[in-house]
């Protein structure tokens, strides 16, 4: 089993910044790899960024170049800074991981970004 815990939503302007975490209950070198999906409210929940266990990231187009995932092996975290927030990244924003052919989902932590 695997709890994720995410944290560091919150309330921002358009143009601000936050950085989410998600602290895993056991070591993340055991995850193929760790990721954030969001979803906003009347829309599926879409993959925002993942990174490998070999440190290999993936973004999806509408946060390229503004949002950056990175993982600290030591902590057991993964995080997430988002800059130049802007409306339309508002959701409830989720940590994921793999382990084997498992997924594991934390609780979600609320962005909301105002205009």
């Known amino acids: 089993q695997v709890q994720l815990v995410e944290s560091g939503g919150g309330l921002v302007q358009a143009g601000g910044s936050l950085r989410l975490s998600c602290a895993a209950s056991?070591?993340?070198?055991?995850?193929?790899?760790m990721g954030w999906y969001r979803q906003a409210p009347g829309k599926q929940r879409e993959l925002v960024a993942i990174i490998t266990s070999g440190s290999n990231t993936n973004y999806a187009g509408s946060v390229k170049g503004r949002f950056t995932i990175w993982r600290d092996n030591a902590k057991n975290t993964v995080y997430l800074q988002m800059n130049s927030l802007k409306p339309e990244d508002t959701g409830v924003y989720y940590c994921?991981?793999?382990?084997?052919?498992?997924?594991?989902w934390g609780q979600g932590t609320q962005v909301t970004v105002s205009s």
């Open positions: 056991r070591s993340i070198l055991s995850f193929n790899h």
């Open positions: 994921t991981c793999r382990r084997t052919t498992l997924d594991y």
